[in-house]
């Protein structure tokens, strides 16, 4: 509940400190049960994994022995674009099952996990379409940049007759990768609760979920970036350290089967997809435990525009139970 987590009351805005660590206790206070939670989620995103490991696999072979079955790829696109889309909605609604899960103990309306789950789990094609609705506005606002980028550079460069990179070009390059940057994080936040919107609000479908997240994140942009950055730093040193342990044991067994493969070896295949699988796992572990800590902050950025915006009347859906 609000109170366990040392939170100021509804009516009152909670500052970027309160709110990582309001999500921190969260974490800390339900570590069970969102770590199980967020290990399904991670699951259901490292199985059309192995279906991917399992087809490149398949077309070696097919490839090796020239059996020349272009059928073959076909069926192994379409299974793998479906077994992805499938198992990213899954992974989408347990996700937001612990960002629900947050919101409840915030507003003093604790549910199960249970009774999240059934909550949330019939809006799964709704987190699917919506994922994939983020995907194109955030390939356009990347393709539009870049544009932008491209026809600043190309007018500075045209005005002062500069044919060569020179130090002025540089630097208003380095400023224009900035800017772009500076966008997409702005972006970024304004869409950052879009899958605590589908696990929580009713009658919220991929387009009106969208338009919800800029609503709500109205005027708070940059006090979301600073919350996020402050969770970053929190995070990025384990995730670092994790990083150059993994590379340090896996890249010279993966350098070896790759050098064993160009020669000919076909047990080095195996060697290859062995690591990374073994990667894959070691990846998935992590991203469970710390996938939580995330989760509850976003739902705790919800409570808190929810209560700068709309006040009082926070709410999960009436339950029918």
Avoid: C
């Amino acid at each position: 509940m609000a109170g366990n987590i040392g939170s100021p009351s509804p009516m009152q805005p909670l500052t970027v400190g309160n709110v990582v660590s309001a999500g921190m206790r969260l974490y800390r206070s339900h570590l069970k049960d969102y770590f199980f939670v967020a290990l399904i989620a991670s699951l259901w995103l490292f199985l059309p994994l192995l279906f991917f490991i399992g087809a490149g696999l398949v077309g070696f072979w097919n490839v090796r022995f020239n059996n020349n079955a272009p059928g073959i790829w076909v069926v192994l696109v379409v299974v793998g674009i479906i077994a992805y889309l499938y198992g990213l909605g899954k992974a989408l609604v347990n996700t937001s099952v612990i960002s629900r899960l947050a919101f409840g103990e915030l507003v003093n309306q604790p549910e199960t996990v249970s009774i999240a789950r059934s909550q949330v789990n019939p809006k799964l094609w709704t987190f699917v379409f919506n994922a994939l609705l983020l995907f194109v506005i955030f390939l356009a606002i990347f393709v539009m940049l870049f544009i932008f980028g491209a026809i600043v550079l190309g007018l500075f460069q045209f005005a002062l007759g500069v044919t060569e990179p020179n130090i002025a070009t540089i630097l208003l390059t380095i400023l224009v990768y900035l800017v772009i940057l500076t966008a997409v994080v702005w972006f970024s936040a304004r869409f950052l609760i879009a899958d605590v919107l589908i696990g929580i609000e009713n009658n919220l479908d991929a387009v009106t979920t969208v338009g919800r997240s800029w609503e709500l994140t109205q005027n708070n942009t940059w006090r979301i970036v600073v919350i996020l950055f402050v969770a970053l730093l929190i995070t990025f040193p384990i995730q670092l350290v994790f990083q150059i342990i993994t590379q340090s044991v896996t890249q010279p067994i993966l350098l070896q089967s790759i050098q064993d493969a160009i020669s000919g070896s076909v047990n080095a295949v195996y060697s290859i997809a062995a690591v990374y699988l073994v990667t894959f796992v070691l990846a998935y572990l992590l991203n469970a435990a710390f996938l939580p800590f995330w989760q509850s902050i976003k739902a705790v950025i919800y409570y808190d525009l929810r209560s700068r915006r709309e006040g009082l009347g926070l709410k999960l859906r009436e339950r029918e139970f």
